[in-house]
């Protein structure tokens, strides 16, 4: 306080230390008005909102079977929620990392489908192949995290995750739902393929809450006698093999299975509930 003992004495100290004072005041209270800016989303250097989160999403490679037919996917990534929905990020390349901001307090399904620029499986009326998912926060790498956090999709996770996103797309609220348990119990019923699950009567139990194991289950299958056309053909499940043209079409359910060839044809079989089975034309 050197530079304050000029002429003027004790008088002109106080006037000076009162002249300083406002100056001090704002200086201390400055960083606690950024932080509260920052926290409830106000602030133009905060880019995430209070009620968001930061989530690292790790998209997975694709399975072997879908890029001997096609090559290389690349992947669009979605979230759904109870309240709302959002795109991560589009065409991105497997085994990279994309952040995106989802709500903070909720369950939210995050999934990745597979997408091709060029060729590719001949879809038809919106159809796709089995996504890669995972479940927040319950398959996060630090679910108590409140500024962020991680998850890594896998094809493995992709049919309960699907399975969640249909039912809080219809905005029902999942929490109290066992999830990890759930994951648990389709990998224990179905460890070679997840997809062969009865998908309609287990979505429609989580949706009003009477979820039980018991529904956790294959879906019935009726032998086919139907050879496959010619050619080199792959299913929407990432876990079943290829099939090849001349054999006879694997056991299917009750609806409709497509099979997609590597030279860009598509092949349906139906069957009925009475087991009767017929195929159309590749195309």
């Keep these: 306080m050197k530079h304050f003992t000029h002429a003027g004495g004790a008088a002109s100290l106080r006037s000076a230390a009162t002249r300083s004072a406002p100056v001090i005041a704002r200086a201390r209270?400055?960083?606690?008005?950024?932080?509260?800016a920052c926290a409830i989303g106000l602030s133009a250097s905060c880019s995430v909102p209070f009620d968001r989160i930061e989530v690292a999403v790790l998209v997975p490679v694709a399975p072997a079977v879908w890029t001997a037919a096609w090559g290389e996917p690349r992947f669009d990534v979605r979230w759904q929620s109870a309240v709302d929905s959002g795109i991560a990020?589009?065409?991105v390349e497997g085994g990279t990392t994309v952040v995106t901001t989802i709500p903070r307090l909720a369950p939210v399904a995050i999934l990745a489908d597979?997408?091709?620029e060029t060729g590719g499986p001949a879809f038809v009326c919106g159809e796709r192949l089995a996504p890669a998912?995972?479940?927040?926060?319950?398959q996060a790498t630090d679910p108590a995290a409140r500024r962020g956090g991680a998850i890594a999709l896998s094809f493995e996770s992709g049919l309960a995750a699907s399975l969640i996103a249909d039912v809080l797309a219809a905005g029902v609220d999942i929490r109290g739902l066992a999830v990890s348990r759930l994951i648990d119990e389709i990998a224990a019923v179905l460890p070679s393929d997840p997809w062969r699950i009865d998908y309609l009567p287990l979505r429609r139990a989580i949706a009003a809450r009477s979820m039980?194991?018991?529904l956790i289950r294959a879906a019935p299958t009726w032998p086919v006698d139907i050879a496959v056309p010619e050619g080199h053909w792959?299913?929407?499940?990432?876990?079943a093999g290829a099939v090849a043209g001349g054999d006879v079409w694997p056991a299917a359910p009750v609806g409709v299975t497509a099979l997609w060839s590597s030279d860009g044809r598509r092949v349906a079989l139906s069957v009925d509930a009475a087991g009767r089975a017929w195929a159309t034309p590749p195309r």
């Design 29 to 36: 209270f400055a960083p606690l008005w950024l932080l509260t």
């Design 89 to 91: 990020a589009g065409s």
């Design 114 to 116: 597979a997408v091709w």
């Design 133 to 138: 998912g995972g479940l927040w926060p319950a």
């Design 212 to 214: 039980r194991k018991t």
């Design 234 to 239: 792959v299913s929407m499940s990432p876990f």
